[in-house]
C-alpha cells in the first residue's frame, strides 16, 4: 500500500512494526485499522507465532492432499484426472478415490519403454483396421456385383418382354394384314355377285320373266363365286348409290344409322336425301327408317340404293 497509509495510523498512534503488518495483511487504511483493532490485545511476537503455526500448518495440509487416485474396480494407480477419464472410458470402470501416495515420475528409459508399448499398440490396431478395410472392401466389392448382376437380369427381362411384344405387334399387324385382304376379296366377291343378279334381273325385265330369287345360302354355286360367310358375320357393308348426278359408291360400317348415310350421300351430291329405294327386293326406306341401322335393315354386306 501506499506510504501515507502507514503514516496514517502511525499519526493515529499505532505501534509502526504492528500498523505495517496490518497494512501488509488487509491491503488499504480500512482493514487495516480492523485488523489492530481485533488483535489490539497480542503483542508483534504474539501475532508472528500464530503466523508461522498457521504457516506451518498449511504446509502440513498440503502434504496431506491428494496426490493421485486410484481405480477401486480394478486398484490402479493414475497420476490425475485426465488420466482416470481415460481409463474409465478404456475399461468402462467408474468407481475412482483419492489417495495420498505419490506416483514417482518416470525414468526416461520407462518413459522410452511406454512410447515403444503406445506405437505398437498403434500397429496393431492400424493391421487390425487395414484387415477389416480389406473385408469391407471386398463384401462392397460383392454387393456391387450383385447390384450390377441384378441390373443386368431386369434389363434382360425388359428386353425380352420387348422383344415378346414387338412380335406380338407383328403377327397382329400380320393378322390385320390378312382380315383386310379378306374382307377385300369379300367386298369384291359380293360386288361380283351383285353385278351378276342385277344382269339376270335386266334380262328377266327385257323376257318378261319373274326375276330370280335371291339365293338363300351363301356359298359357291355353278353361277359363280359367293361370299364365304353370313350375312350376319360382316361389320361392314358396300353400297352402290344411284345419285341424278352418278353412281357412288360407298362402304360403311354395319352398325351405321341411315341417317349418317343419308347426312353422308348429302355431302357427297350437295342435295339433301328424302329416301332410298332397294330395287331388289322392291322396298323404300323413307325417314321412318333413318334410325335403323344397314344390319337391321339387311343392307349387308352389300346393297344397291336409288337416292330421292
Given at each position: 500500500m501506499s506510504t501515507s497509509d502507514l503514516d496514517q495510523l502511525v499519526d493515529m498512534g499505532f505501534d509502526k512494526e504492528k500498523a505495517e503488518l496490518a497494512v501488509k495483511k488487509t491491503g488499504n487504511l480500512s482493514g487495516a485499522i480492523d485488523w489492530l483493532d481485533k488483535n489490539a490485545d497480542k503483542s508483534i511476537d504474539d501475532i508472528k507465532a500464530e503466523d508461522a503455526q498457521a504457516a506451518e500448518d498449511k504446509s502440513a495440509e498440503d502434504a496431506a492432499q491428494a496426490q493421485s487416485l486410484v481405480c477401486n474396480d480394478c486398484g490402479k494407480q493414475m497420476r490425475g484426472v485426465a488420466e482416470a477419464e481415460f481409463h474409465a472410458t478404456k475399461s468402462g470402470?467408474?468407481?475412482?478415490?483419492?489417495?495420498?501416495?505419490?506416483?514417482?515420475?518416470?525414468?526416461?528409459?520407462?518413459?522410452?519403454?511406454?512410447?515403444?508399448?503406445?506405437?505398437?499398440?498403434?500397429?496393431?490396431?492400424?493391421?487390425?483396421?487395414?484387415?477389416?478395410?480389406?473385408?469391407?472392401?471386398?463384401?462392397?466389392?460383392?454387393?456391387?456385383?450383385?447390384?450390377?448382376?441384378?441390373s443386368e437380369d431386369i434389363k434382360e427381362q425388359l428386353k425380352a418382354k420387348e422383344q415378346i411384344k414387338e412380335a406380338e405387334k407383328k403377327r397382329k399387324e400380320k393378322q390385320d394384314d390378312i382380315d383386310a385382304k379378306k374382307r377385300i376379296q369379300a367386298r369384291i366377291a359380293a360386288d361380283k355377285e351383285e353385278r351378276r343378279l342385277k344382269t339376270e334381273r335386266e334380262k328377266a325385265e327385257r323376257a318378261g320373266r319373274a326375276p330370280p330369287p335371291m339365293p338363300a345360302v351363301t356359298g359357291p354355286t355353278s353361277s359363280g363365286p359367293t361370299t364365304s360367310k353370313p350375312a350376319s358375320a360382316y361389320t361392314e357393308t358396300r353400297i352402290r348409290f344411284q345419285t341424278p348426278t352418278g353412281n357412288v359408291m360407298k362402304t360403311f360400317p354395319v352398325d351405321t344409322t341411315l341417317f349418317e348415310v343419308a347426312s353422308a350421300v348429302a355431302d357427297e351430291t350437295g342435295q339433301d336425301v328424302e329416301s332410298f329405294t332397294q330395287t331388289f327386293p322392291k322396298k323404300t326406306f323413307d325417314k321412318e327408317y333413318f334410325n335403323e341401322t344397314l344390319k337391321d335393315l339387311k343392307l349387308v354386306p352389300s346393297a344397291s340404293l336409288v337416292v330421292k
Open positions: 470402470h467408474e468407481n475412482f478415490s483419492e489417495s495420498t501416495e505419490q506416483i514417482e515420475p518416470l525414468t526416461e528409459e520407462e518413459k522410452k519403454q511406454k512410447l515403444q508399448d503406445l506405437r505398437e499398440k498403434l500397429a496393431a490396431k492400424r493391421s487390425i483396421q487395414s484387415e477389416q478395410d480389406k473385408i469391407d472392401a471386398k463384401r462392397n466389392e460383392q454387393i456391387s456385383r450383385k447390384k450390377t448382376k441384378e
